[in-house]
């Protein structure tokens, strides 16, 4: 059954950097738009960034424009997150989704992952 395996993760101090994967496994990520959403502990889950794959096309959330960076290598057949500068504000489970277009909703796409646990705290 095709999913992704994720890594990363973990409690980091503010400031700090760490960079989230997820690994397509059964299914070739390099044919779908790819996004990670997060959910923060008490809020609903909110979209974070997403790559068009028809357009190319990134667009970041406001909150984490400049800071955090998502890219993809199609020989491993992977997508990343790459954090930097973390804030306790970012503390969240953080999920990877594929699917042909930039929904707004992680449940909608064709494959997603079950969540990575990020703390941000000194």
């Known amino acids: 059954q095709a999913h992704f395996v994720e890594s990363g993760g973990g409690l980091v101090q503010p400031g700090g950097s760490l960079r989230l994967s997820c690994a397509a496994s059964?299914?070739?990520?390099?044919?779908?738009?790819i996004a990670w959403f997060r959910q923060a502990p008490g809020k609903e889950r909110e979209g974070v960034v997403c790559?068009?794959?028809?357009?190319?096309?990134?667009t970041y959330d406001d909150s984490v424009q400049g800071r955090f960076t998502i890219y993809r290598d199609n020989a491993k057949n992977t997508m990343y997150l790459q954090m930097d500068s973390l804030t306790p504000e970012d503390t969240a489970v953080y999920y990877c989704?594929?699917?042909?277009?930039?929904?707004?909703?992680?449940?909608?796409?064709?494959?997603w992952g079950r969540g990575i646990q990020v703390t941000i705290s000194s």
């Open positions: 059964d299914f070739v990520l390099d044919s779908y738009s």
């Open positions: 989704g594929a699917d042909a277009f930039c929904g707004s909703l992680i449940s909608e796409y064709d494959f």
């Open positions: 790559w068009n794959i028809m357009d190319g096309r990134i």
